[in-house]
């Protein structure tokens, strides 16, 4: 679309398509049938997705090949009987071919199936990619949600030696209702080869494309690690019957970035203006996910998704609003800003829903250093290592906490991802220098698809206790084996509204599990 043709050479196609991994096609640029020639049918090229379901309908996401109108059918059964239609945009070169069109009008808490077709402008129709979605139930009943991120990092990407990434597969079928995203869904700063070879001496291999065959600058090349993503079977499959709930990190855009940085001379950027280079990843963003932004409290990304009155969910968006890496200490620190600080405080006060789920895309208590500034003191989330009072972008945090201990807000859980391994952390005043908070939990998952490491030492300002940890023996560990990649699972039951997490391996085996009981307030 647009001109951009994403690069899978016709030997990479040829290996990778013998094992059913690439099922999309390389793209041409988007053009119209002339005169004389015959009609070419639209293509459905990285399969469907839905996101941010509501009690009624949740919004279909596709892309196409070629300028074509999107339609969608929904109906009761596989059969489609007595199916509803409804007409999305157009799908043109501005967008990339991608759209979206949030249906309505339907049953709550109901399995919906659904069709999506393309109409070419000559009237020519796509063949129909089909999926399955849930709409939000609005009375008490039994909720299963996944959450993790870190999609295709350190080199490691899709593998036709495994079958690609099957850890999405796993996560299928144990029949999740939700699934948030936590955020690093592309590694647009990590390059991909045809093969890696890991210490051991075995070898990693990828399928590659141009996009991924180096750091993505342009708004093309940001594209292309999202289609490169979707050419995996496990994942369309996965993004067909689960509804996604969306957040981003970092490497959408570049290592630690934040607003205002530059990127090291050092990592051979054309483009170093990590603003510029965010507005570009931005943009694909919004293209290639099944979210609209319209949809956001400001009009970007963090925003509440009710899932009936045993659950709402938080999606923060701890990127846009932070301030610089440094040394973390200022008074006036920001990690949320001060609008997001209050719509979070002011959201969870005022939530009728028995259980509140705050998807934060960087961890509260975990020390993160931003590596990509040697021989400097610089943190990359809320964390500074100080355990004393809260200071720098922990000042956030703890009006936070202080206002969901004073407005009497129970049952606030937080889940995370970004650290690229498994961890339960339990907060409690009793062991913190800040202690002006009731005591919660943090659940952290991840990787997806990606080199893990960890784990992390924790900060004493909040008084976090890491109950479980689960990280490999050696740092950037392969995907190879699958022992230390990870995602989380969530359970609300709907007669006795407890809630138990699971922290799963790929294969889907439990690690750990926590149960919470609902408090009273």
């Not at 141009?210 to 369309?236: C, H, I, M, W």
């Not at 301030?323 to 949320?336: E, K, L, M, S, Y």
């Not at 990509?372 to 003191?377: A, D, S, V, Y």
Request: glycine fraction near 10%; hydrophobic fraction near 35%.
């Amino acid at each position: 679309m647009s001109g951009s043709n994403f690069g899978f050479t016709r030997r990479t196609l040829l290996r990778t398509s013998a094992l059913g991994l690439v099922a999309a096609p390389a793209l041409a640029a988007c053009s119209s049938d002339g005169p004389g020639l015959v009609r070419q049918r639209p293509v459905l090229t990285h399969g469907v997705a839905v996101g941010d379901p509501r009690s009624d309908g949740a919004l279909i996401w596709a892309r196409s090949d070629r300028p074509a109108k999107l339609i969608v059918e929904t109906a009761a059964t596989e059969s489609f009987t007595d199916a509803k239609r409804f007409t999305g945009p157009l799908l043109t070169p501005g967008s990339d071919g991608t759209g979206r069109v949030r249906v309505n009008g339907l049953p709550a808490g109901q399995q919906v199936h659904y069709r999506v077709t393309l109409e070419g402008e000559d009237g020519a129709t796509s063949e129909a990619v089909t999926g399955v979605f849930r709409t939000v139930p609005t009375s008490p009943s039994t909720i299963k949600l996944q959450w993790s991120g870190d999609v295709v990092g350190q080199g490691y990407g899709i593998n036709p030696d495994l079958g690609g990434m099957k850890i999405f597969s796993a996560m299928a079928a144990r029949d999740p209702h939700l699934f948030i995203h936590s955020g690093d869904s592309i590694y647009a700063d990590g390059p991909l080869k045809e093969s890696v070879t890991l210490p051991d001496g075995r070898v990693w291999r990828n399928v590659v494309s141009e996009p991924k065959s180096a750091v993505a600058q342009t708004l093309e090349q940001f594209r292309g690690n999202y289609a490169y993503n979707l050419t995996d079977q496990n994942y369309r499959r996965f993004n067909s019957s689960v509804a996604q709930i969306v957040q981003w990190d970092d490497h959408e855009t570049v290592n630690n970035w934040y607003p205002g940085g530059q990127v090291a001379a050092t990592k051979g950027y054309t483009e170093r203006s990590m603003d510029t280079l965010a507005t570009r990843s931005w943009q694909a963003f919004h293209e290639w996910m099944p979210l609209d932004p319209k949809e956001a409290v400001d009009g970007r990304l963090y925003r509440k998704i009710s899932y009936g009155p045993l659950l709402d969910v938080f999606v923060l968006d701890m990127r846009t609003y932070k301030d610089t890496n440094d040394v973390n200490t200022r008074p006036d620190g920001h990690i949320f800003g001060a609008a997001q600080t209050k719509w979070l405080i002011e959201g969870l006060r005022d939530s009728k829903a028995t259980w509140k789920i705050v998807a934060n895309d960087l961890p509260l208590g975990l020390v993160v250093k931003d590596g990509e500034q040697p021989g400097t003191t610089a943190y990359e989330g809320p964390a500074n290592a100080d355990p004393g009072a809260p200071s720098g972008r922990e000042t956030e945090i703890a009006q936070v906490l202080s206002a969901i201990k004073a407005n009497k807000v129970g049952n606030v859980v937080w889940l995370t991802a970004d650290v690229h391994y498994s961890a339960a952390h339990r907060y409690s005043p009793e062991r913190a220098a800040f202690t002006d908070f009731d005591e919660f939990w943090e659940f952290v998952s991840g990787p997806l698809n990606a080199g893990a490491f960890g784990p992390n030492p924790l900060d004493a300002t909040f008084g976090p206790e890491a109950v479980f940890v689960h990280a490999p023996p050696v740092q950037n560990a392969s995907p190879l084996d699958g022992a230390f990649q990870h995602f989380g699972e969530v359970l609300i039951d709907g007669a006795s509204r407890e809630l138990t997490v699971n922290l799963c391996d790929a294969s889907g085996s439990v690690l750990f599990s926590q149960r919470l009981a609902p408090a009273s307030r």
